[in-house]
Nanobody, 124 residues
Framework: QVQLVESGGGLVQAGDSLRLSCAAS??????MGWFRQAPGKEREFVAG????????DYADSVKGRITISRDFAKNTVYLQMNSLKPEDTAVYYC???????????????????WGQGTQVTVSS
């Protein structure tokens, strides 16, 4: 069993930065992903990092502004978000799945565990 605890959300202004954290307990070397869901919209992929090789992938809408990273010692994954835009406003979810999978990190079906979500609000 894996438990995920997200933190770091908040209310910021456009152009500001935020760093979200997701602490995982129970297992290590997981594939980790961040997804978000804006009001009235479906949940969408933001960024992912493969547990087996550490490769990363990003949604086109966040490339160049958002970076996913991990601290193996703390079993924590981070989402550094810079140059935030109002359209980044959403609930951000951390997810964890197996290190090895034929599924791409963008696939929600890869992830077995999900966090509770943390709200990010970007004002214009």
């Amino acid at each position: 069993q894996v438990q995920l605890v997200e933190s770091g959300g908040g209310l910021v202004q456009a152009g500001d930065s935020l760093r979200l954290s997701c602490a995982a307990s129970g297992r290590t070397l997981l594939t980790m992903g961040w997804f978000r869901q804006a009001p009235g919209k479906e949940r969408e992929f933001v960024a992912g990092i493969r547990g087996s090789v550490g490769s990363t992938d990003y949604a086109d809408s966040v490339k160049g502004r958002i970076t996913i990273s991990r601290d193996f010692a703390k079993n924590t994954v981070y989402l550094q978000m810079n140059s935030l835009k109002p359209e980044d406003t959403a609930v951000y979810y951390c997810a964890a799945g197996p290190a090895f999978s034929q599924l791409g990190v963008r696939a929600e079906s890869l992830y077995d565990y999900w966090g509770q979500g943390t709200q990010v609000t970007v004002s214009s």
